[in-house]
């Protein structure tokens, strides 16, 4: 960790020409209200996305955006939905004007914040409809009436079955970073929501994602009405401001590497991207043992410890963050200077997100890459996707730094979590077994998927069949002569 005095050094910002255009908010025909809330945002000057954005959103037109996070796709939609909305002569105070997607409630929350800090001025009302939060108090909330909604689309699906979210008055639709959204498995969901809002003639639709894949494109063509095509391509973002380095080593020196490289840079804050759950809390209690204040965020962490996490992330409270590729997909800090990808990614799009969370808002930042035996076979995807080779630095042997931790035991805690939260089909089996009195002993082979051993009946052997003798029917005719003579005295 740097000393104090060098994590004062001021941050090397890139020319503003080559991240700011030269054109200012002040030059669209917005209402005063919006401009008021840009200045108090301190945005003056438009990114690239916001000034090729802008122009054509102001017009009601549909747009789809490709831009990284970081690169103000966020106000340029927010300006859009704030002054379509002031604009409308036809407004039902009951219903919401604006519906925002995003893939996570993190997400969600940093669209919120800036949104309030933005529209401060408009009077609109503004809400976010997130799982993880008291159910009541939204629908509440939606029931007295708001302007604009900003969620995650099963939270807000859930509302819509309940008749409490009401599409008709839909007059504006935004997706961010559509490509994650399918990549977490919202396909059907989004299919869904969209399918229940005004025709896309009827309402304006904005969809940004970091990149532009076939099933980004596809719900352009379903659900969009002719959108204009603006891309911030992936290599322009990334270049710029972005120092890149690999590192080849093999698995069992990638801790030792990552001590020494923590120890040798100027780094003000981290974001350590590692690909699995399991392997965030072990690096996690790695670091803390070796004496490096690091806290560890994955996806399926309570909601109020993730937002908790986050916000101490953001004050430098914590200046180490481990977190998986979905949970960092909330993480919007301008002052990450060094992210650190100590698993290369298994999709190389995510490389894009990853290294996006440094270098943002024309800052210069670091990604520090390590290639091991492992996960090596994704590099070449990815330097593809990139179109030019990663630059690769041969560590010193003075770079490897001893783990003084020792073993760390992670306890499979998540599993025994969501199965006590979640009853699996076998324990729904079993339980079912159990009201009906049939229920089995479960210690045998096959036992989780309903097969039981088999019963003191089914297992004693069949007696074996006998052909018809020939005194069988001499007894059959006698029983049936004795049958008759009974039911005949019965009958007098």
Same mark, same amino acid.
């Given at each position: 960790?740097?000393?104090?005095s060098? %994590?004062?050094?001021?941050?090397?910002?890139?020319?503003?020409?080559?991240?700011l255009?030269?054109?200012?908010f002040?030059?669209?025909?917005?209402?005063?209200?919006?401009? %008021?809330?840009?200045?108090?945002?301190?945005?003056t000057f438009?990114?690239?996305?916001?000034?090729?954005?802008?122009?054509?959103?102001?017009?009601?037109?549909?747009?789809? =955006?490709?831009?990284? *996070?970081?690169?103000?796709?966020?106000? +340029?939609?927010l300006?859009?939905? #704030?002054?379509?909305?002031?604009?409308?002569?036809?407004?039902?105070? !009951?219903?919401?004007?604006?519906?925002?997607?995003?893939p996570?409630?993190?997400? +969600?929350?940093?669209?919120?914040?800036?949104?309030?800090?933005?529209?401060?001025?408009?009077?609109?009302?503004?809400?976010?409809v997130?799982?993880?939060?008291?159910?009541?108090k939204?629908?509440?909330?939606?029931?007295?009436?708001?302007?604009?909604?900003?969620?995650? &689309?099963?939270?807000?699906?859930?509302?819509?079955?309940?008749g409490?979210?009401?599409?008709?008055?839909?007059?504006l639709?935004?997706?961010?970073?559509?490509?994650r959204?399918?990549?977490? =498995? #919202?396909?059907k969901?989004?299919?869904?929501?969209?399918?229940?809002?005004?025709?896309?003639?009827?309402?304006?639709?904005?969809?940004? %994602?970091?990149?532009?894949?076939?099933?980004?494109?596809?719900?352009?063509?379903?659900y969009?009405?002719?959108?204009?095509?603006?891309?911030?391509?992936?290599e322009?973002?990334t270049?710029? =401001?972005v120092?890149?380095?690999l590192?080849?080593?093999?698995?069992?020196?990638?801790?030792?590497?990552?001590?020494?490289?923590?120890?040798?840079?100027?780094?003000?804050?981290?974001?350590?991207f590692?690909?699995?759950?399991? =392997?965030?809390?072990?690096?996690?209690s790695?670091?803390?043992?070796?004496?490096?204040?690091?806290?560890?965020?994955?996806?399926?962490?309570?909601?109020?410890?993730?937002?908790?996490?986050?916000?101490?992330?953001? !004050?430098?409270?914590?200046?180490?963050? $481990?977190?998986?590729? $979905?949970?960092? @997909?909330?993480?919007?800090?301008?002052?990450?200077?060094?992210?650190?990808?100590?698993?290369?990614p298994?999709?190389?799009?995510?490389?894009?997100?990853?290294?996006?969370?440094?270098?943002?808002?024309?800052?210069?930042?670091?990604?520090?890459?390590?290639?091991?035996?492992?996960?090596?076979?994704?590099?070449?995807?990815?330097?593809?996707?990139?179109?030019y080779?990663? &630059?690769?630095?041969?560590?010193?042997?003075?770079?490897?730094?001893? !783990?003084?931790?020792?073993?760390? #035991?992670?306890?499979p805690?998540?599993?025994?979590?969501?199965?006590?939260?979640?009853?699996?089909?076998?324990?729904?089996?079993?339980?079912?077994?159990?009201?009906?009195?049939?229920?089995?002993?479960?210690?045998?082979?096959?036992?989780?998927?309903?097969?039981? &051993?088999?019963?003191?009946?089914? %297992?004693?052997?069949?007696?074996?069949?006998?052909k018809?003798?020939?005194?069988?029917?001499?007894? /059959?005719? @006698? #029983?049936?002569?004795?049958?008759?003579?009974?039911? /005949?005295?019965? *009958?007098?």
């Amino acid at each position: 960790m740097p000393d104090e005095s060098e %994590s004062q050094i001021p941050v090397q910002r890139a020319e503003k020409p080559k991240f700011l255009t030269r054109i200012r908010f002040d030059e669209f025909n917005l209402p005063t209200e919006i401009i %008021s809330g840009l200045k108090d945002a301190g945005f003056t000057f438009c990114t690239p996305i916001q000034a090729e954005t802008l122009p054509v959103s102001l017009t009601n037109r549909d747009v789809a =955006g490709q831009a990284q *996070t970081g690169t103000g796709k966020t106000a +340029a939609f927010l300006v859009t939905v #704030f002054s379509r909305i002031l604009s409308l002569h036809e407004h039902m105070p !009951d219903t919401p004007s604006a519906l925002i997607v995003a893939p996570t409630r993190e997400l +969600a929350l940093q669209i919120y914040e800036e949104a309030m800090l933005i529209g401060r001025h408009t009077g609109l009302r503004i809400t976010q409809v997130v799982g993880g939060v008291d159910y009541q108090k939204q629908a509440e909330i939606l029931r007295r009436g708001v302007d604009i909604i900003i969620c995650t &689309p099963g939270r807000i699906i859930d509302y819509f079955k309940q008749g409490i979210f009401k599409t008709k008055g839909i007059k504006l639709l935004v997706i961010d970073e559509a490509d994650r959204l399918l990549d977490l =498995g #919202f396909a059907k969901d989004m299919r869904y929501l969209l399918s229940k809002l005004p025709h896309y003639e009827k309402r304006q639709s904005m969809l940004f %994602s970091a990149t532009l894949s076939f099933r980004v494109m596809e719900l352009t063509y379903e659900y969009m009405n002719l959108p204009e095509f603006i891309s911030i391509t992936p290599e322009e973002v990334t270049v710029e =401001g972005v120092e890149q380095s690999l590192f080849h080593v093999g698995s069992d020196e990638k801790l030792q590497l990552l001590l020494g490289l923590l120890k040798r840079e100027n780094w003000i804050r981290v974001l350590i991207f590692v690909n699995t759950k399991t =392997g965030v809390n072990w690096l996690t209690s790695k670091l803390k043992g070796n004496r490096w204040p690091a806290e560890g965020i994955t996806g399926d962490l309570p909601q109020r410890k993730r937002f908790n996490l986050m916000g101490r992330f953001k !004050d430098g409270s914590i200046k180490i963050l $481990v977190a998986t590729d $979905v949970a960092s @997909r909330g993480i919007h800090v301008e002052d990450i200077s060094h992210v650190i990808n100590y698993d290369l990614p298994q999709d190389a799009e995510n490389y894009i997100h990853r290294i996006g969370r440094t270098a943002r808002a024309g800052k210069a930042g670091r990604a520090l890459s390590i290639a091991c035996e492992r996960y090596v076979f994704h590099l070449e995807p990815l330097e593809e996707m990139l179109g030019y080779k990663i &630059p690769v630095v041969w560590p010193e042997n003075d770079w490897f730094i001893e !783990d003084k931790a020792g073993p760390v #035991f992670i306890a499979p805690r998540d599993r025994k979590r969501r199965s006590a939260q979640r009853p699996t089909h076998a324990k729904k089996y079993h339980a079912r077994q159990k009201v009906s009195g049939k229920a089995r002993k479960s210690s045998y082979p096959g036992a989780l998927f309903g097969f039981g &051993p088999p019963s003191e009946k089914e %297992s004693r052997p069949a007696p074996p069949a006998h052909k018809n003798q020939p005194g069988d029917r001499k007894k /059959k005719s @006698r #029983f049936n002569k004795k049958n008759s003579v009974a039911q /005949k005295h019965k *009958t007098s």
